[in-house]
């Protein structure tokens, strides 16, 4: 838990949390999304997500700090998140965010996450030095 709490910070604090969608209006689907994130109520979420087909994709969806979903639920160290996020919303492991930060690999790897890790590989998450 200490590893997840620093490593938040170590990059989420100089950056002044800021980022909100690359500079652009978030839409009002985003912006309904953003309040289940908030909440960190992955049943929630992932229920409007399926009601939201077509409109979110998980892929270019945007934390308030440049990461995806993804990270989140890797920095979590939430499993069960980022399978589903894998499996059935296909959210791409190899995305990063802001400036390179927030690659779900990477981060895994930093928190000693080893089942993290294998399922991240597992659906072709790479290292920047493959």
Known sequence: MKKSILLVA???VPMGIAI???????SASYKMMDVLVDKNDW??????????QGVIDVNEYRLGYGGTLLAKAVLERNFLAAKTLLEKYKANPNLVGWKGLFNPIVNATLLGDDAMVALLRQYGAKMPSD
């Open 43 to 52: 049943p929630a979420l992932f229920e409007f997500l399926d009601r939201m």
């Open 10 to 12: 170590l990059l989420v």
């Open 20 to 26: 909100a969608q690359q500079g652009k209006e978030r």
